[in-house]
């Protein structure tokens, strides 16, 4: 009730949002997108991994092989990765612009979700980035 209230002032204050198809309200709690408001966060502080990610986020983007690899495959196999989250990373150009997407995804998945995809790693040949990520995780 709070939240539709405030996005209603929002827009009362400043009209002219509703006349663009993307207006980012705030990153962190509010994306508007074709005149609905979505809750969107960034990273979900809940869990563990979210940290890893964060502190290794430079290297995730420049390393992880989401594009060629099979890993958006091998997530969707394992429940990890609902269609839509597949194909919008499909739908990525760069191989680093898949792995912004992927890292984002994967940190609102819960630690069991992460685990899968610590697995879905050593499947896709991309050991090395879990030892790296499992180093970090156990510190």
């Not at 983007?61 to 989250?85: P, T």
């Not at 992927?102 to 630690?111: I, P, T, Y």
Request: aromatic share 14%; hydrophobic share 40%; charged share 25%.
């Amino acid at each position: 009730m709070i939240i539709a209230v405030c996005t209603v002032a929002f827009f009362a204050l400043f009209p002219w949002c509703f006349n663009q198809d993307l207006f980012l309200v705030s990153s962190r709690f509010f994306i508007y997108f074709k005149r609905s408001i979505l809750p969107y966060l960034d990273f979900d502080e809940r869990f563990d991994h979210t940290r890893v990610i964060r502190q290794h986020y430079v290297f995730l983007v420049e390393i992880l092989d989401a594009k060629h690899s099979g890993l958006v495959g091998e997530l969707y196999r394992a429940e990890v990765l609902n269609a839509e989250e597949r194909d919008t990373i499909n739908s990525e150009l760069t191989s680093f612009t898949q792995n912004e997407k992927l890292l984002s995804m994967l940190s609102r998945k819960n630690n069991d979700q992460f685990d899968k995809f610590l697995d879905a790693l050593d499947n896709t040949g991309q050991r090395h980035v879990r030892n790296h990520i499992s180093d970090q995780r156990r510190t």
